[in-house]
T-cell receptor, first 114, second 116 residues
């Protein structure tokens, strides 16, 4: 158990819909990262938050947004969903801005868009 | 462009046999290097990491990796594989500086199957 909690574990929705994925980082971790894992693209970094502020952006679509709340949990919002958004979305956390790669990953939220 | 290549998509080894998983990277400078393991239905777990110094790095579960700068490689090894090692293994690189060290670039992964 990494200490990172993600909900929901599975989500099935239709094209055009909007979903919210939630992540609770390890106790004390200030940084939260979102990654997308798909069969064709592999694991891709989406976005990082540190203590409530956006720190870095990766290959995140404009239809996607995220935020980190004062209690440090984070949400990833995916809107106008397309079939290609079906993937496993991972949240990871670390103490500071990466701690030299010491990321602790949750078990992921599997999104299926029909 | 920065990238990580894991040339083997799927490897099958017999239990007790040795293992080597290959990883090559392309990066502007010497990056930080990592190996993660993902068991079915689980998140990724850090096996080991290389930042600097000794090019042979020891990790958890009996794994080790060797950094070879001249070959831009960071291959993962284990002398004797156990059935519980069956999983998917990911090589990753990260920036050696700045506040974005957790924004890792991952390879596509190598799935390891273990024969009894």
């Amino acid at each position: 158990d990494s200490g990172v909690t993600q909900t929901p574990k599975h989500l099935i929705t239709a094209t055009g819909q909007r979903v919210t994925l939630r992540c609770s980082p390890r106790s004390g971790d200030l940084s939260v990262y979102w990654y997308q894992q798909s069969l064709d693209q592999g694991l891709q970094f989406l976005i990082q938050y540190y203590n409530g502020e956006e720190r870095a952006k990766g290959n995140i679509l404009e239809r996607f947004s995220a935020q980190q709340f004062p209690d440090l949990h984070s949400e990833l919002n995916l809107s106008s969903l397309e079939l290609g958004d079906s993937a496993l979305y991972f949240c990871a956390s670390s103490v500071r801005g990466g701690q030299q790669g010491e990321l602790f990953f949750g078990e992921g939220s599997r999104l299926t868009v029909l | 462009a920065q990238s990580v290549t894991q040339p083997d998509i799927h490897i099958t080894v017999s239990e007790g046999a040795s293992l080597e998983l290959r990883c090559n990277y392309s990066y502007g400078a010497t990056p930080y290097l990592f190996w993660y393991v993902q068991s079915p239905g689980q998140g990724l777990q850090l096996l080991l990491k290389y930042f600097s110094g000794d090019t042979l790095v020891q990790g958890i579960k009996g794994f080790e990796a060797e950094f070879k700068r001249s070959q831009s490689s960071f291959n993962l090894r284990k002398p004797s594989v156990h059935w519980s090692d069956a999983a998917e293994y990911f090589c990753a690189v990260g920036a050696p500086y700045g506040g974005s060290q957790g924004n890792l670039i991952f390879g596509k992964g190598t799935k390891l199957s273990v024969k009894p």
